[in-house]
């Protein structure tokens, strides 16, 4: 038997949660409509992140590929935390229900794809439109980034107080009558590993401390300088392989030179 939606337990883990739910006069009944709705489609959204994972992980320059699908609970408290926002957006009458809450909330199905070198991204971004229908495309970047190729191909730009570095896009898909949106991520592996660090702290602390921001800011100037070096070993690997190259090729063209001399004497 699956599981129902607990409000009690739900306000102790989230308390900020129950101000939320009065200010905005969220619908209960609609939350729970929701959450069991959601737990009927949870197996089949688990099934959709693994063959979207998969069809990634063929490309040959992405490192790793990690999948989530969204815990019903952390799917109540984003409804929870946004119905003020889409107010704003679609007036004081809006709530969210089950009818629209998959159009809303586009990250129920969730997927990384981390590579090594930042240049690997743009073959990346090419394979990801070419096998699925991209909707939304969003270059999250850091005050000061180099965002010129990102707008020569019309990406929308975030820039990020955070540091955040990462792309994102909203795919969609149909995998049965009913239409399935999911979110891929895209990012160096230096950027996932400050993103992870940078995701746990903001979700255990409602503010962050001041002395782990100005933390967190420095290790994302050291992630972003790591990515940096890392670009510039792999060119310079490339640039050392074909002078390489060129020089066995001489030394080879020089001896069959010499054999043939030695032929016509």
Not at 18 to 35: A, P, T
Not at 130 to 152: H, L, M
Not at 159 to 185: C, D, M, W
Not at 202 to 218: A, D, T, V
């Amino acid at each position: 038997m699956k599981n129902k939606f607990n409000l009690e337990k739900f306000i102790k883990k989230y308390p900020y949660a129950k101000d939320e739910i009065e200010n905005n006069y969220v619908d209960l009944v609609e939350l729970n409509n929701i959450y069991d709705d959601y737990m009927n489609f949870k197996d089949n959204y688990e099934s959709q992140a693994d063959f979207i994972s998969n069809i990634l992980r063929t490309h040959n320059q992405i490192h790793s590929v990690k999948s989530r699908v969204k815990e019903p609970e952390r799917l109540i408290e984003k409804i929870i935390r946004k119905t003020s926002d889409r107010k704003e957006k679609y007036g004081e009458g809006f709530k969210f229900t089950t009818e629209n809450y998959k159009n809303e909330i586009n990250d129920l199905i969730g997927i990384r794809a981390i590579h090594i070198f930042k240049q690997d991204w743009e073959s990346i971004h090419e394979f990801i439109q070419a096998t699925w229908k991209v909707i939304e495309i969003t270059a999250n970047v850091r005050a000061g980034d180099d965002t010129k190729r990102f707008e020569e191909l019309g990406i929308e730009i975030k820039s990020r107080q955070s540091g955040y570095r990462s792309v994102h896009y909203l795919i969609e898909f149909y995998p049965t009558n009913q239409k399935v949106i999911a979110e891929i991520q895209v990012r160096t592996i230096f950027e996932e590993g400050y993103g992870e660090i940078d995701h746990q702290l903001r979700y255990s602390h409602k503010e962050i401390p001041s002395i782990l921001e100005s933390n967190l800011l420095l290790f994302n100037r050291i992630a972003g300088s790591a990515d940096e070096m890392a670009s510039l070993i792999n060119l310079l690997s490339k640039d050392l392989g074909k002078i390489e190259q060129k020089y066995a090729q001489a030394i080879t063209e020089k001896d069959e030179e010499i054999k043939r001399l030695k032929e016509k004497k």
